[in-house]
């Protein structure tokens, strides 16, 4: 019995700086998809965090300039970033650590103050990818000296993508992944679908838009909630590799629907580094998206369902 005709038993927990929201069809099987994704989250923190002196990420970058030969997780992990730095021609670049460090985001972001009267350093572009030397078949990688890898968007979203998929398998069950605004699904979806509310930060109460979802993924990209100060300005998480400094405020937030959660968290971060060029860029992807200005205003593309107003459709 999947239970279908009754809400998805849930549980949340604080996961990977954030929170973790597990949602299946079957009641009973919660536990076991619970456990399936508390193992992706450890193993996903283990290879690719950066605020970790013991993980694997951790040890590559102090061997930058060595061959290295990394995990099958790794592999996956930096193929995936690589991948996304390709089709976003460089827009998500995962050799922007230094660029992240430089701006204080050193250390988890509770850690963080938010007020920090020390100058930011000049900034440097990203070492970039194409300079990364990288064999996956023999899983041997060849970093720039110099380059400090940072796989943060796309770790979560392959975590996401990677727990749904394991969970929806091992239990015959719906799964919905959700690892704060990186959500994926995998099984059969709850009758009506998924109802998932889009709002500026995961952990608010304040009711946005509800999507439905009946397959895929959906990732979530801003600027509103991870930020502070650093001699009287503000700066935030997403840096443009272009120039190694936080993105140049345009959108609150991009979110944006594919089939992986990887290709969303892809797509909805190269819109937040795109600014205004983001419109042209995902209508030529064709995945659905909602972008909000800073303004508030909003700009739906693709197939993203359109608001029920009285005054027209954006």
């Known amino acids: 019995m999947t239970h279908h005709d009754s809400p998805p038993a849930a549980v949340s ?29 450890a193993a996903i923190d283990d290879a690719c965090s950066r605020f970790r002196p013991d993980s694997e990420l951790s040890r590559v970058n102090a061997r ?49 103050r938010p007020e920090d009267a020390t100058p930011l350093p000049v900034a440097r572009p990203a070492t970039g990818w194409r300079e990364v030397t990288w064999d996956p078949q023999a899983r041997k990688l060849l970093l720039p000296r110099g380059t400090t890898l940072d796989l943060g968007a796309t770790a979560k979203a392959l975590a996401a993508d990677r727990a749904a998929e394991r969970a929806a ?19 059969p979806a709850p009758n009506g679908g998924w109802s998932v ?11 946005g838009p509800v999507v439905t979802v009946t397959s895929g993924a959906l990732a979530t990209s801003g600027t509103g909630v991870r930020t502070w100060r650093r001699a009287g300005r503000t700066v935030h998480h997403i840096v443009d590799p272009a120039t190694g400094r936080s993105t140049a405020p345009h959108w609150r937030t991009a ?32 995945l659905p998206a909602r972008l909000v200005h800073i303004d508030g205003t909003e700009t739906r593309l693709g197939d993203w369902p359109q608001a029920p107003t009285s005054g027209g459709h954006r």
């Not at 604080?14 to 456990?35: Q, V």
């Not at 827009?91 to 972001?109: C, E, K, M, N, S």
């Not at 500026?200 to 109460?205: I, N, P, Q, R």
């Not at 594919?258 to 190269?270: H, K, L, R």
């Open 197 to 207: 509310g889009v709002c500026d930060d995961h952990a608010s109460t304040e009711p």
């Open 169 to 187: 398998r091992a239990t015959g069950g719906g799964v919905l992944v959700n690892l704060g605004g990186d959500l994926a699904t995998a099984g």
């Open 64 to 112: 930058a300039g060595t061959p290295v030969t990394v995990s099958a997780l790794f592999a996956q992990a930096l193929t995936v970033a690589l991948r996304a730095a390709e089709l976003t021609d460089g827009a998500v670049d995962p050799t922007v650590g230094q660029a992240v460090l430089a701006i204080g985001y050193d250390r988890t972001f509770a850690a963080i």
């Open 255 to 286: 979110t944006v629907a594919a089939a992986t959660c990887v290709d969303a968290n892809t797509a909805s971060t190269a819109a937040i580094v795109l600014g205004p060029q983001a419109v042209d860029w995902l209508t030529r992807t064709g």
């Open 13 to 41: 927990f604080p996961a990977l700086g954030t929170t973790a929201t597990l949602l299946t069809t079957k009641h009973r099987a919660l536990a076991e998809a619970e456990t399936i994704l508390l193992y992706e989250l």
